[in-house]
């Protein structure tokens, strides 16, 4: 009777654990923040902060915000995202023709101010990635030492490593780049061009120097970081869930669904 409880107890347990998946761990320093983490296992992906978790589905093509104080959560889709950029569309158009009333001065000082509550107006930047010599060594990884321009402004000091090097698979790495490109589109919609930057400097790393940064310091303002460590092991399939007990909010009005 003994062993027939024990036995059940197991199977019991065996039924409610959640499955483990392979996967890569990646740990990144951060200036001044410490040590964020990201976890990729197939089209899933979990980046780690202090305050937020995102998760992102490929499969699904949508990003998931954990915030960890209040325990709530939002989900973003590229329906969503289309709704956003035409939105802005409109709020544009709308100030656009109520500006056509102003002076000519006072017409461009407001154009002025616009640009600066919603910049990306404008025509893009143009992003280009250029080697500078020497190399380095990142994570135990041999590394190219590059500069990112933003249009002719040099912005970032790079050490670019190919991700095989890194120890990040390349399937990995494809959901990475799918990340980077549903925020690409979310920068785009909200006016912005962060996120933008971001994967046309990847993916001209990628076609040029054949690798990606593995160590980025800014030559003005802004975090230096580095990959710290790249580690293939399996990651909890919960680690890429919304926890029980959080609550959906919307995340264009701020109130609770």
């Known amino acids: 009777m003994r062993k027939a409880t024990i036995t ?37 992906m979990r980046m780690e902060s202090s305050d937020n978790v995102t998760l992102f589905d490929a499969a699904a093509n949508e990003v998931t915000v954990l915030n960890l104080q209040e325990q709530t959560y939002h989900v973003m889709t590229k329906q969503d995202v289309q709704r956003m950029a035409k939105q802005m569309q409109q709020v544009r158009k ?8 102003m002076p000519e001065d006072q017409r461009a000082q407001m154009r002025k101010q616009m640009e600066q509550m919603m910049p990306g107006g404008g025509p893009p ?25 933003r249009d002719d402004q040099a912005t970032h000091e790079l050490c670019v490593a190919e991700p095989g090097a890194l120890g990040i698979p390349s399937d990995a790495f494809d959901t990475m780049m799918a990340m980077f490109g549903f925020f690409e589109e979310i920068s785009g919609a909200a006016g912005g061009e962060g996120a933008d930057i971001q994967v046309r400097a990847m ?23 580095e990959i710290a460590g790249v580690e293939s092991r399996s990651i909890d399939a ?11 909010a919307d995340p264009m009005s701020g109130q609770m669904q």
Do not use: H
């Open 238 to 248: 919960g680690q890429f869930e919304v926890p029980s007990g959080y609550t959906e």
């Open 125 to 149: 930047p143009k992003i280009r990635v250029e080697p500078t010599g020497g190399s380095g060594i990142v994570a135990g990884a041999s590394c190219r030492k590059a500069r990112l321009f």
């Open 203 to 225: 993916e001209e790393m990628m076609s040029e120097l054949g690798g990606m940064p593995a160590r980025s310091r800014p030559l003005a303002g802004g975090a230096a970081w």
């Open 94 to 101: 709308q100030v656009e023709q109520q500006l056509q009333n």
């Open 8 to 44: 059940i107890c197991l199977l019991a347990g065996l039924l409610v654990a959640t499955p483990a998946l392979a996967g890569t761990v990646i740990e990144v320093n951060v200036t001044g923040e410490g040590t964020t983490r990201m976890l990729i296992s197939g089209d899933r």
